[in-house]
């Protein structure tokens, strides 16, 4: 089936085939991230040649390949395309970020969160988690440091049971609860300078975490 996209003919067959090849070699821990960088250079010379293919517009990206395998170097590479979909939800609704948030990959964490496109607040289907809901419940530590010092993530956002990600971390992470509560209470407060704030939830992070 070929689908044709602007001035680009899609060969979906042929891409299918690529996205398997790559897929594999991802998961296979002899394969070098060199080896595939060079695979990929070698296919996106082709016209039909889609960095965000996924099978049937539902399953993981090749980004959230990557992180599924702690691919770091692989991560820096393809954030680089510029038509890279770093937002690509998969059948579940979550995203790359979302996958970087649940594993605890600090270094990929922080080359998403560098991505000048990524959306930081995107909630699941089944249960509307953020990627910090899933650090909190599954205890990373570092990883919600990291994003407490985004300025984009809003932690206020309730999921479908109506849960802040700080009440999720109470079921079994009380410390972290401890800093998002406090954060909680400085964003309530009115204060003009952002920098300041910024300062003031560095404290709270670095007196609690």
């Known amino acids: 089936m070929i689908i044709i996209m602007g001035n680009i003919f899609l060969d979906q067959k042929r891409m299918k085939k690529i996205y398997k090849e790559l897929r594999n070699k ?3 821990k002899t394969v070098l991230d060199s080896e595939i960088i060079r695979d990929i250079e070698c296919e996106k010379k082709s016209l039909d040649f889609d960095i965000n293919y996924t099978r049937n517009n539902v399953y993981c990206s090749l980004l959230m390949r ?3 395998w702690n691919r770091e170097k692989l991560v820096e590479y393809l954030l680089m395309f510029p038509d890279i979909n ?6 579940n609704g979550h995203t790359a970020f979302y996958y970087a948030c649940l594993y605890g990959y600090i270094p990929i964490l922080n080359l998403l969160l560098s991505h000048q496109n990524l959306d930081v607040n995107i909630q699941d289907k089944h249960h509307g988690w953020t990627g910090l809901h899933s650090a909190c419940w599954n205890g990373h530590i570092e990883i919600v440091r990291e994003l407490l010092l985004d300025a984009r993530i809003n932690i206020l956002i309730l999921n479908n049971a109506e849960y802040m990600a700080e009440y999720i971390a109470r079921w079994r992470h009380y410390e972290i609860a401890n800093v998002l509560k406090r954060i909680r209470y400085t964003s309530i407060i009115r204060i ?3 920098l300041l704030i910024h300062d003031i939830i560095r404290m709270i992070i670095e007196e609690y975490v």
Not at 86 to 91: A, E, G, L, P, T
């Open 192 to 194: 003009p300078n952002a």
């Open 86 to 91: 770093v937002n690509y939800k998969d059948y």
């Open 26 to 28: 991802i998961r296979n």
């Open 66 to 68: 990557t992180i599924d």
